[in-house]
């Protein structure tokens, strides 16, 4: 109704400019006032067209994070499985509390997807990283006949355990920033509007 009500105006206006300004009389204003109707309702045909495309073209924020949470939360799971077969209770524990930190990133992205662009490099390069060297833990760890060059890449990765934890924890900080801003922000209004007021 309002798309043929702007046509309508539209159409008017032309008419109206083409009768009181030219010399084209009645029946050619008329024409000249429905081909700018019909000329503009396929201009906004074209434009809705091409607005609904590239909507279509773009994920929805909602769906890219659901799809990212996804499949975080899958290789967290199989970074965590992975413990069952790691030999040291302390090396398991540390890797279980990296899959926790992980567990809240993507548990926070999931309440708030419009923070995707956050974690990105994260999934992509350190979750990522962090399965492969766990992976290969494991591995190299379960072999029986261990030499000294295997035993350097253990204690390696187990010094780099406390690093990659610290790298999780602060992303998770890097997430709730914008919040203790907010919060900051609040407390300081409401702390000025106390003071005006006695």
Known sequence: MKRFFILFLAGTAIFAACWQFTVLGFLLSSVAGATGMMLLGSALKLYDRMRRKRAEDRPAPEKAAGELVRDGMEKLRQISNTTRMVQSNEVAARIRDICKVGVEIFDYIKKNPGKINKVRQFTNYYLDAT????????????????????????????????????????????????????????????????????
């Open 131 to 198: 399965k492969k060297i766990i992976e290969q833990y494991v591995e190299l760890s379960g072999r029986r006949g261990r030499t000294p060059e295997i035993e350097q890449a253990l204690q390696k990765v187990e010094g780099m355990l406390d690093l990659i934890k610290q790298t999780f924890d602060r992303q998770m900080a890097n997430l709730l920033e914008d919040n203790l801003l907010d919060i900051n922000t609040e407390l300081t209004v409401l702390k000025n509007t106390m003071k005006m007021e006695g």
